[in-house]
């Protein structure tokens, strides 16, 4: 460091310390001799908003100078985490920060930990979102996030006897420095009752009014999302449902003070709580409230801000480009017709051009059963005027298409908003599709099967709408700030350069992969990290690992495409080779998992029974003398995340081939230089081509054959399981009750289950998996290729970085680049 440096350094610490002590005196009210650790992170964060305040109106009005086109990002998940690290770390004061706290004698590393998790997302997609949030504002894309500000995050996993327990989480207990209430931007949100229509002068289309019966308002909360070096500030606005307050008060006034209350709780219980992904459960009221109110909330909110700009809706796609997140938002398609029709009074025509250049969707899923559909009842009695607009579209539509000769009954049935087969309902898949001028989906792979399967139809009448976006993940959160071991490292031999450009200058690790010393210090940073998460292990589930061990970690929600079963089957057959030759040559190997099942998916969570039974079992068996431990970390969450991906040896990405869209964390754990094991499945298949088969381990079925297995109907595993002895074995020890004596049948249902119909092909997949996984004992064995192996995989995943997803979008679906 030179001497300027240096003295501006101290200058800014001698600030910044100040600028804490006002903000705990004055704005928390506590002097520093009684501050909690709470009190003192509620100063620090205030003091680093100030620095993003000023920022973010910069940026802002910045925004509103240029004029430029904005890109509108609707999700109804953010899964964020923690914001303190990340707002320092991209504003450049963490290090200032550390020493003006070090001055008060506080560590930074125990306030940061009293930050609750914001974790108003269930996994894959609402950490995207997250992600994209901090790109946009790292390359410059002005972009507002828009959501539900959730009192009530995904519930708190707690493991009681082995079982999965949900608790409420409670974020906003102690309130939340990052947002800001803005009582003045509000909408009113309508829900019910009846349209009437009226025949317009001169003929033409008929006017519709829509009589709603009951107002909901939403009030915005903005979280200022800085990029790094503090490039730019963009808004993430979240939305709160309250009553209509004249409403509410006619009501109080009249003396109906239940009621009143009543109607307050129903307003409010829509930005209540994040709906948990559940296959099993979708079609549930609340969660239309949610989708609806979000994108009323946020469409008025854009176009009002568009209006006041330019004065007119005619040039909306030049200046917004609005991004679905799954069909979640889809309803935006009806309620953007209905805004620009009803309200602003385009004729249809002009209105459907400028949706369906304004809207794009991607899509994040191939499995049926998670494609959103919703009765045609409900939509009817909850949103009427909605649902004859999205007759309309619909009868463009076919009309359309057989005027382009269509008559094809079957084609015509498949491509229809509405689906008749099952009671009637809305096909939100179809209706994003149709709504939007790009589709996309998540990975190569996914895009492919998009074509082939769920939107084949359409895709047909379309052919250039769908089009691929490859995930990515930010490295600021997933590298700099989870591994600042490695991150360190890398600096030292790369130069601080790194920092601003990883996706091209991670490549010139390469040649370092063949230097033994720098081998060395890689697996020193691991092993850093593994103590850690050693600790972390012994204090939350009382289970002592070695920080030596292969740590071999299968974290994600749990699901039963995502296989968490054939981990653990292979966990058993471990432990029954072991028991069979205990003085054997074995690699001790730590198996970690950690996810949350949706409450009401029992299949799942009886698979994170079994896991701590197994657990239990295995950890309790003097006959492993410890080469193998198992261990369940309850209530995996972001925070949980950054502390286990940076410690981990071996990645388990072990989908159904032809299932998981991309996956993310397959790349949090390639960029720290864990090894995976895993299927040719999502994003696993550009990462084997970045990264080199050599330096993965891939096994299994690919899509394809697990396709053709299906098409020839081959569910049933019995074959399959008596040509394994090492199979069999195991699945009679878990059906015996091997794991379960205190209940001996709890897993005859899902051993049987699994021999009659292998939905997911865990049976088909078992030996080669078995296999793939000696392979990676043998590796193991052999430090050097496996050090070598890991430093390339850090070196090669800078094409996943999320700020070249967000460049793709930017430039080839919004056009902002
Ligand atoms: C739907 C209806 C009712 C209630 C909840 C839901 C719901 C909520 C969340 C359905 C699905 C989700 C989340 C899906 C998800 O996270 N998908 C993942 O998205 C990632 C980002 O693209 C991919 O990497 C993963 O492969 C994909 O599984």
């Known amino acids: 460091m030179t001497q300027e440096s240096a003295v501006s350094l101290s200058d800014d610490v001698a600030a910044f310390r100040e600028k804490v002590l006002r903000k705990l005196t004055y704005s928390v009210g506590k002097d520093p001799e009684h501050a909690s650790d709470y009190d003192w992170f509620e100063a620090v964060a205030l003091a680093a908003r100030d620095r993003i305040i000023d920022h973010w109106m910069e940026c802002t009005r910045q925004t509103y100078k240029d004029g430029c086109k904005r890109v509108y990002y609707l ?39 009293v930050e609750p998790d914001a974790a108003l997302g269930n996994g894959g997609l609402g950490r995207l979102a997250a ?100 490039a730019s500030v963009n808004t993430l606005r979240l939305w709160r449902a309250r009553a209509e307050a004249d409403f509410h008060l006619e009501r109080f006034n009249a003396g109906d003070h239940i009621g009143a209350v009543a109607e307050e709780a129903r307003a409010q219980s829509i930005s209540r709580v994040l709906y948990p992904a559940d296959s099993t459960e979708a079609g549930q009221e609340l969660r239309l409230r949610q989708e609806y109110f979000f994108v009323a909330a946020s469409l008025q909110d854009l176009l009002r801000r568009h209006l006041d700009q330019r004065g007119t809706l005619d040039n909306l796609p030049d200046y917004a480009a609005i991004q679905l997140n799954d069909t979640h938002p889809a309803i935006a398609v009806a309620e953007l017709m209905r805004l620009l029709v009803d309200v602003h009074g385009l004729d249809w025509q002009r209105a459907w051009r400028l949706t369906t250049a304004t809207l794009s969707y991607t899509n994040h899923t191939l ?58 309902r809305v096909r939100m898949g179809n209706l994003a599709f149709l709504g939007s001028y790009s589709v996309n989906g998540v990975s190569a792979l996914h895009t492919q099967l998009m074509r082939k399967t769920v939107f084949t139809d359409l895709h047909g009448l379309y052919p250039q709408r769908i089009n691929n976006k490859t995930n990515g993940i930010t490295f600021r959160r997933w590298l700099y700030q989870a591994n600042p071991h490695l991150t360190r490292l890398l600096v030292e031999n790369l130069g601080e350069a790194l920092l601003d450009d990883p996706e091209t200058r991670l490549r010139g690790l390469e040649p370092f992969a063949e230097q033994a010393a720098f081998r060395q210090r890689f697996a020193e940073q691991r092993l850093a990290n593994k103590r850690h998460l050693a600790a972390l292990i012994q204090e939350r589930v009382g289970v002592s690992v070695d920080p030596h061990a292969l740590f071999d970690v299968h974290v994600k929600r749990i699901h039963e495409y995502k296989r968490q079963l054939l981990n653990l089957l292979h966990t058993v057959a471990l432990y ?150 090492r199979l069999s074995e195991v699945l009679s020890a878990i059906r015996g009750g091997a794991f379960s ?25 078992f030996e080669a998996y078995w296999q793939a996984q000696l392979d990676v004992e043998a590796r193991w064995r052999d430090p050097d290729s496996w050090w070598r192996s890991a430093v390339l995989n850090t070196a090669r995943t800078g094409w996943f970085s999320s700020d070249r997803t967000i460049r793709e979008y930017a430039s080839e679906i919004w056009k902002v680049m």
Not at 79 to 102: F, P
Not at 400 to 410: F, I, K, S
Not at 591 to 606: D, M, N, T, V
Not at 614 to 639: E, H, M, Q, W
């Open 75 to 113: 999700s109804l998940e953010f899964l964020i985490g923690r914001l303190l690290v990340d707002s320092l770390s991209n504003l450049g004061l963490l290090e200032v920060a550390r020493e003006a706290l070090a001055d008060l004698d506080v560590d930074i590393e125990r306030i940061r930990l």
């Open 131 to 230: 992600c994209f949030m901090e790109s946009m504002a790292t390359l410059g894309v002005a972009a507002h996030g828009y959501g539900i500000r959730y009192d009530h995050g995904l519930f708190r996993q707690a493991i009681v006897d082995g079982w999965q327990h949900e608790q409420t989480e409670t974020w906003l207990d102690f309130g939340n420095p990052w947002e800001f209430e803005r009582p003045e931007v509000s909408y009113l949100i309508g829900f019910g009752g009846h349209v009437t229509a009226m025949p317009a002068e001169g003929g033409g289309e008929p006017k519709h009014f829509w009589h709603w019966a009951e107002g909901v308002r939403a009030i915005a909360y903005d979280t200022p999302i800085v990029g790094w070096r503090g």
């Open 367 to 424: 499995l049926p059963e998670a494609l959103e559909t919703w009765p045609v009842g409900l939509m009817e009695r909850l949103l009427p005027r909605h649902m004859q607009i999205i007759y309309l579209i619909n009868a463009h539509h076919l009309d359309c298409l057989r005027d382009r000769g269509v008559h094809d009954a079957d084609l015509l049935r498949s491509v229809s908003l509405i689906e008749e087969d099952h009671g009637r």
């Open 741 to 765: 004596a205190e209940d001996p049948g709890r897993y005859v249902g899902l051993v049987d289950g699994l021999s009659w119909h292998d939905t997911y092909q865990v049976c088909a997949d």
């Open 576 to 725: 029954h080779a072991i028991c069979a030759d205990p003085g054997g040559d074995w690699v001790p190997r730590v198996k970690i998992f950690a996810g949350k099942a949706a409450a009401s998916y029992h299949q799942a969570k009886l698979i994170i029974k079994l896991a701590n039974d197994i657990a239990r079992t295995i950890n309790d068996d003097p006959t492993v003398r410890g080469l193998l431990k198992v261990v369940f970390l309850p209530n995996y969450n972001v925070s949980l995340a950054e502390d286990i991906i940076p410690a981990a040896d071996l990645s388990e990405q072990i989908s159904t081939a032809g299932l998981e869209a991309s996956g993310t964390s397959n790349m949090k754990f390639a960029l720290n230089g864990a090894l995976t094991i895993g299927t040719l499945d999502g994003a696993n298949v550009e990462m084997s081509e970045q990264i080199g088969l050599e330096h993965m381990f891939i096994f299994g079925l690919t899509a394809q054959q697990v396709e053709a297995r299906k098409r020839a109907g081959e569910f049933n595993a019995e074959a399959t399981i008596i040509g394994s002895r």
